[in-house]
């Protein structure tokens, strides 16, 4: 086994056949376990993925409000250059 010298894992190994992985209790148990992992993880993976896309979008946004702003003070200072 590639971790077989680990303790965390030896231990782990154990509770698993005190549980008796081969009873219900222990695959309910343990098949429960591996579902509320993998939902977490992509629950957690998810809202770092809307994170980043709102980031994304606001940051966006706020270039192109600034260019709105910036072309319309350009503008009117054009505007304004021009007939005074």
Do not use: E, P
């Not at 343990?30 to 709102?54: E, I, R």
């Not at 979008?57 to 003070?73: E, G, I, P």
Request: aromatic share 20%; net charge positive; proline share 0%.
């Amino acid at each position: 086994m590639f971790c077989s010298n680990n303790r965390l894992l030896k231990m782990v190994i154990q509770v698993h056949l005190k549980l008796g992985l081969s009873s219900r209790l222990g695959v309910c148990a343990h098949t429960c376990a591996v579902l509320m992992g993998g939902v977490a993880f992509w629950c957690v993976f998810f809202a770092l993925l809307q994170d980043y896309f709102l980031f994304l979008t606001v940051n966006l946004l706020w270039n192109s409000a600034q260019r709105c702003f910036y072309m319309m003070y350009f503008n009117l200072f054009k505007i304004l250059y021009i007939y005074i």
